[in-house]
């Protein structure tokens, strides 16, 4: 989805419409340095609605950007590569998305060997969902060193809360790809919260054949959930289930009849999931872009800006899915809520 | 004797008919402004649903990651809000000001934003303008700029004039026929009243005094109050409920207005659901949505959805009797207290939204205008009685002597058989005495927090300190002002003395209500202090001068009486006229109360009085100099003991609470200048009423010592309410349980002094200057402990912790105090 369906949807919202750049002369609020900057940016999925928004904002902000883009497609064996290429360039800025292309940037902060890692110039990460855990920084508020970021993900009590907000359950489901780091970072904070809350969660690994999930297995999985009484089922960030196979986890919980929440849009805009509590992929790209203005402009070093997520987070909602289940979201987060028919 | 009584019915006629008229007049302007307030609020409460609606729009799309400028749809919901009534324009700017998105075309681009428009966060109001505005935050919790609404209040004002005029029609032959009323009910009550007025005569005239059970004179008086008090009801509840009926023509059109704004939002959300496809009967969380709007509007006591065929779906409150409005009718319909709105899918009517206002909140909301016409009704009657008692003296005196006013006799009790010329009428003290007290009085419910705003301008004063300061300050000069003030006032004269009181006093007033820094208020403060504590010793001086041993205690207690009285009247009108007006204008008037003080004083103090007494009212020194009294007393371990634990935590508690922590914690609950006012009066009324009672029981059982313990206890207790409960009757329970409390002490506490006095060897008026000395050092620590103890706690606990000391120290004071003997005295209530 890209910012174009927002800008419609926002237009629906109040009434009329106009393009994204417009207004936006003289509306900058920080000092134009004369330079040209050079941003290096390490995608894994091609270029989205996070860049977009992160270029806007640096466009905005007058400053003239060269960008060098290397995409690895999910394939991490050209990140050493790509790490060798920045620094023999030495650009201004190295833009990192996802957790393994930033891991393979940057390294967990405590290995004591720079060699493979970018440690010597400012590296900005987005999209990376636990970036302590993930070992990318040591503490969010000062990370110290030449990383920062923004999170993506709302904070998983924030997550349970809207479940909640949805739909009163005392089950919850899990399916996940134990191969991924990012899903067993998340599924430790869920076990925590659904203790603290008195709530059973319910866990399915997907099963591993030579270290990766089989595809096949997603619907006998999602039964499972179901027949283990799961009441609503829970996505995280991860790729192998929310983006990946998105159409085929939506497409098997619809036929289970079991509710699905994401803690990312994609597979609610694309597929038939539920509904998801979520970051704007646009606000996280400017939010992006604003602690790239501290770095570029404001001079400030990458290890004094905090590493953070945005304030408010976009419920959005497939009403065609909850239409068919019969499972209509509450007025009070309706009222809230981006909806729409897929 | 006829012809005098004529006069003494025109004069007594005159007051009483002149206090009704002002209070109904007051009665009037008060629910006036109250309900100019309240219609305020309403409008402000509708207006406000458009903000909401605009900002929710407006952070809808900020949350997405879009900069406020590039909202460009902004403009066409900003004109569908500006539709509702009295809106004058709606604009969005930055945090620069500069306007982005306005209703006016012509504003937007320009700086013509928040600061040249007068806005501030919330509400405000400028002149015939309701200013409103919401800030407005972006995803990542920044503030990006703000909304603002302008609204001419036009209509409004209309409506209101037109209530004003009204009131004014019928306020006049009320206020006509009240004094015709007055001036009957009086003449009638003296006529019945000849018996008395004839005793008192009798007394005046200077035969034997007779044996009456009671004085004729405050008989007399008394019954002319309570004439006073019945006509006051009567006539003021006519009062209110006239302008109550007047408004609820103006508000009830208003609220159903505000009622439709509320029906317009909702309907708004439902009918969203209801375009998605989704049945009403399965929607989930309608019930709890409209819960929220009913709980939001205290003015809204039902809202209900119903099916076509009239079966509710959902509602929430209980839908009044007097309910009117039945769907019959394809579109919204609005009638006495319903609103009924359409639910509609894709323009296909689905359902009814029905809102049925309160028909009592009016008079709910009212409550607050009862207590103040309640309050300004016991002022009026204090007043009245203070100058009915200097009118009837007055009258009596001259109608016996022929001579001078103020040359009767001291408390009229001239019973020698020989005039003595240069006598001063003690009853004329009384109101100077009470119009003095007034000045400082009506300043008590916001020193500490005024205090409290001023703080800024000294930032290297930790606030604590800024706060406390003054009222501490205050209370230092007032206790070294004493023995000071008396030999002054002995030196130059209880005229001059007084007079210089009185202009140091107003001009302390003046300049505290002219000045924006702390350190100049609490220079003026101390200023004020001084002027206050002259004054009251003079007043001192006078009853000692003009009284003698036997009747020296009722002489006091006349003065006592008086700075009760304003205890009671000034907290309240001082609130009163603070919210009404300013704290300027409170400081003022009080300034206005010291001049009329002197000058009544001076009109009423023979030129040429009686020589003066060489004893002083207040003394430190006694014959063996002033280390020989204090060393006795400070030998005497249950001197100490008394001081240290009962005398000193009763003042410490006294001021801490009563003068800082209310005002403070009333404050932070939201209460306005009037309700803390209304509650420090309970103090003072509770007082009132226990202490006589006390110190005569305390008399006559010989407890004196169980007293003191008892009060200290009783202190505690009573502070409770204030830990236990955030309701709003817990301070006022509370500070009247207190004020009892005190009264406990008091009396036995003085009796103490004396008879230790005698014991140690130490003329009384030494031991009684030490203590009061002591005592209101104490009271001047009140405030830091107080402050202090709310620093690491709150404003409640800290009260209830000096509760604990006054509790404890009277334990203490038990387990040191040996049973001593007492003689009834005087007793002393100002903390």
């Not at chain 1, 394939?75 to 060798?84: A, F, H, M, N, T």
């Not at chain 2, 403060?525 to 020296?552: M, P």
């Not at chain 2, 060489?614 to 020989?628: A, E, F, K, Q, W």
């Amino acid at each position: 989805m890209t910012a174009l369906t927002r800008r419609r949807w926002l237009h629906w919202g109040i009434a009329t419409g106009a393009g994204l750049m417009a207004g936006a002369a003289g509306a900058q609020d920080t000092p134009t340095p004369s330079r040209r900057f050079r941003i290096f940016m390490v995608l894994g999925r091609g270029e989205g609605t996070n860049e977009q928004g992160f270029k806007d904002h640096l466009a905005r902000s007058g400053l003239e950007i060269d960008y060098i883009t290397r995409n690895t497609g999910g394939d991490s064996s050209l990140l050493p590569g790509i790490v060798k290429e920045i620094k023999e360039l030495r650009p201004d800025l190295v833009y990192t998305w996802g957790t393994p292309q930033t891991r393979a940037v940057v390294g967990p902060w405590d290995d004591p060997d720079p060699g493979p890692y970018v440690r010597d110039l400012p590296v900005l990460f987005t999209y990376v969902a636990t970036p302590l855990d993930a070992k990318i920084v040591p503490q969010l508020e000062r990370p110290g060193g030449n990383v920062t970021g923004t999170i993506h993900i709302a904070p998983i009590t924030a997550q349970v809360n809207a479940i909640l907000a949805y739909r009163p359950i005392r089950r919850l489901a899990m399916v996940f790809n134990p191969a991924e780091r990012n899903s067993l970072l998340v599924l430790e904070e869920l076990r925590d919260e659904c203790a603290r809350r008195d709530l059973e969660l319910i866990e399915a690994p997907a099963p591993l054949t030579d270290g990766k999930p089989d595809p096949a297995d997603i619907p006998h999985l999602i039964a499972q959930c179901r027949v283990r009484g799961g009441e609503l089922l829970y996505l995280g960030p991860d790729t192998f289930i929310t983006t990946t196979h998105r159409h085929e986890v939506a497409a098997a919980a619809l036929a289970e009849r079991l509710p699905t929440f994401s803690a990312t849009e994609l597979i609610v805009r694309s597929s038939r999931a539920l509904f998801s509590l979520s970051s704007s992929p646009y606000g996280i790209g400017r939010l992006t872009g604003v602690k790239a203005l501290q770095i570029l402009v404001e001079g400030r070093a990458p290890g004094e800006i905090q590493v953070e997520t945005l304030r408010r987070f976009s419920i959005l909602i497939n009403m065609a899915t909850a239409r068919e289940l019969s499972c209509y979201p509450p007025l009070s987060l309706l009222n809230f809520a981006e909806v729409v028919e897929v | 004797m006829t012809g005098g009584r004529h006069a003494l019915t025109g004069w007594v006629g005159a007051v009483i008919a002149l206090t009704v008229a002002t209070t109904i007049a007051l009665a009037l302007i008060l629910a006036f402004l109250k309900f100019d307030q309240r219609l305020l609020d309403v409008t402000g409460d509708r207006l406000e649903l458009v903000l909401e609606e605009v900002r929710r729009q407006t952070e809808t799309g900020l949350t997405l990651g879009l900069e406020l400028a590039e909202l460009e749809g902004l403009s066409a919901a900003l004109e569908r809000a500006a539709q509702a009534r009295d809106v004058e324009r709606i604009d969005i700017w930055d945090t620069q000001g500069r306007i982005l998105f306005s209703t006016q075309a012509d504003r937007v681009g320009t700086h013509e934003g928040a600061s040249a428009d007068g806005y501030v966060d919330g509400r405000r109001r400028l002149e015939n303008n309701l200013l409103l505005s919401l800030p407005l935050t972006n995803g990542f919790g920044q503030t990006v700029g703000a909304v603002g609404v302008r609204a001419c209040l036009g209509t409004l004002q209309r409506a209101l004039a037109e209530v004003r005029g009204e009131l004014l029609v019928s306020a006049i032959p009320m206020v006509v026929i009240a004094l015709v009323l007055t001036l009957m009910t009086v003449f009638l009550t003296l006529r019945f009243s000849g018996a008395l007025t004839r005793q008192a005569g009798g007394v005046i005239r200077g035969g034997d005094r007779p044996r009456m059970p009671r004085d004729p004179l405050r008989t007399l008086v008394f019954r002319l109050t309570a004439v006073t008090v019945a006509l006051l009801l009567i006539l003021s509840l006519l009062a209110s409920w006239l302008a109550l009926h007047q408004f609820e023509r103006v508000l009830f059109p208003e609220l159903r207005l505000k009622a439709q704004g509320v029906a317009e939002v909702l309907t708004r959300q439902i009918n969203r659901a209801l375009g998605f496809g989704i049945p009403l009967a399965e929607l989930p969380g309608l019930t709890g949505v409209l819960a929220k709007e009913v709980s939001a509007h205290p003015d809204i006591a039902y809202i209900a959805v119903e099916t076509l065929d009239q079966k509710v779906l959902a509602s929430h409150g209980q839908r009044p009797k007097l309910a009117v409005v039945t769907a019959d009718a394809t579109t919204a319909s609005a009638a006495g207290q319903e609103t009924l709105a359409t639910l509609t899918a894709h323009d296909h009517l689905e359902a009814w939204l029905r809102l049925s206002l309160d028909p009592s909140w009016v008079a709910k909301a009212s409550t607050d205008l009862i207590l103040e016409v309640a309050s300004v009704i016991l002022i009026s009657v204090l007043v009245a009685f203070e100058v009915l008692l200097l009118v009837v003296h007055l009258f009596l005196d001259r109608a016996s002597t022929g001579v001078n006013p103020g040359t009767g006799g001291a408390l009229g009790e001239q019973g020698s058989g020989q005039r003595d010329v240069h006598s001063f009428n003690l009853m004329f003290l009384r109101l100077p005495v009470f119009l003095f007290c007034l000045s400082e009085e009506v300043t008590r419910p916001f020193i500490p927090t005024h205090a409290q705003t001023l703080a800024p301008t000294t930032p290297w004063l930790p606030l604590d300190l800024a706060v406390s300061l003054p009222i501490t300050l205050f209370m230092l000069i007032w206790a070294f002002s004493q023995p000071l003030g008396a030999q002054f006032s002995g030196w130059i004269g209880r005229r001059a003395a007084f007079a210089t009181a009185a202009l140091l006093s107003a001009l302390g007033l003046i300049l505290t209500a002219q000045t924006d820094h702390l350190l100049a208020f609490m220079a003026w403060r101390c200023l004020t202090a001084l002027g206050y504590g002259l004054a009251l010793i003079t007043a001192q001086g006078l009853v000692v001068d003009h009284t003698k041993g036997h009747n020296r205690a009722r002489g006091l207690a006349l003065y006592i009486g008086a700075l009760l009285a304003a205890g009671v009247c000034g907290p309240v009108a001082g609130g009163i006229i603070a919210d009404q007006a300013s704290i300027t204008t409170t400081l003022l008037v009080g300034a206005v109360l010291a001049l009329t003080a002197a000058g009544t004083l001076a009109l009423l103090l023979p030129k040429k009085g009686r020589p003066e007494s060489r004893n002083s009212p207040v003394s430190l020194v006694s014959s063996g100099g002033l280390s020989s009294g204090f060393a006795k007393l400070a030998m005497d371990l249950r001197f100490i003991a008394l001081m240290t634990f009962s005398a000193i935590p009763a003042k410490v508690a006294a001021t801490g609470v009563l003068s800082c922590l209310l005002p403070l914690l009333l404050t932070d609950s939201g209460a306005d200048k009037a309700e803390i006012g209304r509650t420090q009066m309970m103090y003072f009324l509770f007082f009132i009423l226990a202490s006589p009672l006390a110190a005569n029981l305390s008399d006559r059982w010989q407890i004196r010592r169980g007293f003191i313990i008892g009060g200290g206890l009783a202190t505690l207790a009573a502070l409770l309410p204030l830990g236990m409960t955030d309701q709003a009757w817990g301070p006022f329970l509370a500070i009247a349980l207190f004020g009892a409390a005190q009264a406990l002490i008091s009396a036995p506490q003085l009796s103490l002094v004396t008879q230790l006095a005698a014991q140690v060897r130490v003329a009384e008026i030494t031991a009684i200057g030490w203590y009061r000395l002591l005592e209101r050092l104490g009271g001047a620590l009140g405030p830091l402990v107080a402050i202090g103890l709310a620093a690491n706690s709150s404003y409640r606990e800290a009260a209830v912790n000096l509760g604990l000391v006054c509790g404890g120290s009277a334990l203490l004071f038990w387990l040191l105090f040996r049973r001593v003997r007492h003689a009834p005295q005087p007793l002393e209530a100002q903390p």
